[in-house]
């Protein structure tokens, strides 16, 4: 099975070449491909220097937008799944292997989940994590145990319906939408590290903001969402 490894940069110049090269060097049965999300550092001049794979988005798309540019280019090039996975070094490579397995028996969507075999820690923020897993077996039926956690492969089924679709971000929302469409789930145990260098966007009040609208986006607005027919 071809694996692609998309790689969304924003502003990522302190961290980009550790993690690609850690990818080349360690991981070479994989390919990859950085989305350069019109970063105003020197992301993309440094991907160039180092000869990496590249697109480079002319303007800032945000997460939603780079992704779907991955996956358009996965389907072109007729990838069998493809893995979201972040700049800052938070993704660890040694999981890919066993969530490209669960691709390979028959699941639509494998999330590298922190929450398989350990309980999730008592914080605000897994507050947050707890209410988006409930909403989410409450609309689906499907128990996710991680919906937040970023590290997430989809199948060529999957990679078809973002590439050919508007408005399909990589959030849990979308990703309840997919479960109610029919796609299956899993996830596999997986670690994640902290940002190697910079400072994340998401700070206190934009991760509660993200948790309220993803809330009321699986609880309320999914039922609404039309899937385009093919």
Do not use: W
């Not at 550092?41 to 440094?46: E, G, L, M, S």
């Not at 309220?212 to 309320?220: E, G, N």
């Amino acid at each position: 099975m071809r694996c692609l490894i998309i790689i969304p940069a924003f502003n990522e110049e302190m961290n980009i070449v550790k993690v690609v090269d850690e990818l080349i060097e360690n991981y070479p049965q994989y390919d990859y491909v950085v989305i350069n999300d019109g970063s105003s550092d020197d992301t993309a001049k440094i991907c160039r220097e180092h000869g990496y794979e590249l697109i480079d988005l002319p303007v800032n798309l945000g997460l939603a937008g780079a992704f779907q540019t991955g996956l358009k280019y996965a389907y072109i090039k007729k990838y069998d799944c493809a893995i979201q996975f972040d700049a800052d070094g938070q993704h660890r490579p040694e999981y890919i292997e066993p969530m490209r397995k669960k691709i390979g028996e028959g699941y639509d969507i494998v999330i590298g989940s922190r929450f398989v075999e350990e309980k999730k820690p008592l914080s605000l923020r897994m507050v947050g994590s707890f209410l988006l897993s409930m909403a989410m077996r409450v609309t689906t039926g499907c128990k996710v145990k991680d919906p937040t956690s970023g590290m997430r492969m989809f199948s060529r089924k999957m990679i078809s319906e973002f590439a050919l679709s508007l408005n399909y971000g990589p959030e849990p929302d979308t990703i309840s939408f997919l479960l109610k469409q029919g796609a299956t789930i899993t996830e596999v145990q997986a670690s994640m590290e902290e940002r190697m260098e910079g400072e994340s966007y998401l700070t206190f009040g934009r991760s509660a903001s993200y948790m309220l609208r993803m809330l009321v986006s699986i609880l309320f607005i999914q039922n609404f969402r039309k899937r385009k027919k093919r």
